[in-house]
């Protein structure tokens, strides 16, 4: 045989291996997946509301996630167990941010269908009633640009991910602000 119809051979037989490996990693990947989004899916709450109030160096967050019944009920257990993971991962996300959690609680609400995740933030003050929100805005599409302004508050109401979101961030002082800073008017 042929010393170059041999190498051609088995290039041929390498590259057609390689794209079987490839669409069998591929369709694996997809089907994983398309099976975490479906249980995310499942478990998705109707609607997220998270308010943000300033207190000198402190941000007092609070998250409230409404479940209807049927979904409520399919996490209830599983939210009891997880409620330490779920504020290691809050914390987790802040420390990226170099952003301390303190007193962080999470609770159920059965009556109402809620979780709640409630915690104060602190360093994000990075000077006299001046906030950084930079730890909130980073993986969101948008930036405090696209919030209402009124003379104390900036709030958010719209979609993130396909589920309707509502952030209010409310200080004690007329504000300003640009893409991702807050401070006082002048």
């Known amino acids: 045989m042929n010393k170059k119809y041999f190498l051609f051979i088995f290039s ?12 069998s990693k591929n369709q694996k990947n997809s089907s994983e ?8 899916k499942m478990q998705m709450p109707e609607k997220v509301t ?16 409404l479940y209807n019944e049927k979904e409520f009920q399919k996490i209830i257990k599983p ?8 504020i ?14 303190l007193n962080c609680t999470y609770k159920l609400d059965s009556t109402e269908h809620l979780t709640i995740l409630t915690c104060n933030i602190r360093g994000a003050r990075y000077g ?3 906030y950084d929100f930079h730890w909130l805005l980073a993986d969101l599409p948008f930036d405090l640009y696209q919030f209402t302004q009124s003379k104390k508050e900036l709030t958010y109401s719209g979609k993130i991910d396909e589920l309707p979101t509502t952030i209010h961030l409310i200080f004690n002082f007329p504000i300003t602000h640009c893409h991702e800073h807050v401070w006082p008017t002048k």
């Not at 998270?50 to 996630?65: F, N, Q, T």
């Open 12 to 23: 041929v037989l390498l590259l057609f291996s390689l794209m079987l490996c490839t669409a």
């Open 33 to 40: 997946i398309s099976s975490h989004t479906q249980q995310r």
């Open 50 to 65: 998270i308010e943000i109030r300033a207190d000198g160096e402190i941000l007092h967050y609070k998250s409230v996630s």
């Open 79 to 86: 939210a009891q167990n997880y409620s330490n993971k779920i």
């Open 88 to 101: 290691g991962n809050f914390k987790n996300n802040l420390k990226r941010f170099n952003k301390e959690c």
């Open 128 to 130: 006299t009633n001046s």
